[in-house]
């Protein structure tokens, strides 16, 4: 039997982090759903196309190959992680990732995933639509100044420039924009675990996850 696990949360409360470790833990592929979204927005906008012109993004998402290597997304055939994580691609993606029928698209691709491969997810939307049957769900929160620091440490570690104070405002904007669409908002499944990340490190949340794992493999 195929095993998903189902990691959901805000921007910055850890997920990617955390969900890779978990990953080789199992030995599950990490799927990294933001990734995907981020794509559609980085090449949406090289193209000069907006979030309105539904039908052109369609059309391109079905020119893209996405998989995934050691963690990073692969987007025809190239390592485009890098890119995806500037901030100009975190200051448009949501309007991308509201549109319902871009949604549909990826959703379709990460559910082709969990068939083929034992998986581990993080999104906005995994435990509540795209890995609805899963056993294992996950919600990870954490306060939004939290957040905005491990983003903050993140971007300088990439010698990216960037202010504590932008980051948090688009932290804020966008747990309000993800939380509040019409589509598939960002919201704790009924059955998942919630973990307030505040003050944890990044092994104490590894070990709660992989824990509850184990005890539900084993019943
Ligand atoms: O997790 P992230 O910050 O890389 O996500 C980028 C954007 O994509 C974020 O604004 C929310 C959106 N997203 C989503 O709507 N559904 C998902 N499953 C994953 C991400």
Do not use: W
């Amino acid at each position: 039997m195929r095993i998903s696990v189902a990691i959901d949360g805000p921007a910055g409360a850890g997920k990617s982090t955390i969900a890779k470790l978990v990953a080789k833990k199992f030995n599950l592929m990490y799927i990294n759903t933001g990734a995907m979204y981020r794509s559609v927005a980085l090449v949406a906008d090289k193209n000069g196309l907006k979030p309105e012109n539904k039908s052109e993004i369609l059309k391109m998402i079905k020119t893209l190959e996405m998989h995934f290597e050691n963690d990073d997304l692969y987007l025809n055939g190239k390592n485009v992680q890098d890119e995806i994580t500037m901030p100009h691609i975190n200051s448009i993606v949501s309007s991308y990732a509201s549109i319902k029928e871009i949604r549909e698209e990826l959703v379709e691709l990460q559910r082709e995933m969990s068939k083929k491969f034992d998986v581990i997810m993080d999104g906005r939307d995994i435990g509540t639509v795209v890995l609805k049957d899963s056993k294992f769900k996950f919600f990870l929160t954490a306060t939004p100044e939290e957040r905005a620091e491990r983003r903050f440490k993140e971007l300088k570690a990439r010698n990216i420039e960037c202010s504590y104070n932008e980051i948090l405002k688009d932290i804020i904007r966008r747990d309000y924009e993800d939380s509040t669409r019409a589509i598939d908002p960002l919201k704790k499944a009924e059955d998942a675990v919630e973990i307030d990340t505040t003050g944890l490190d990044i092994n104490e949340v590894t070990d709660k996850i992989c824990d509850e794992i184990n005890l539900k493999l084993n019943k």
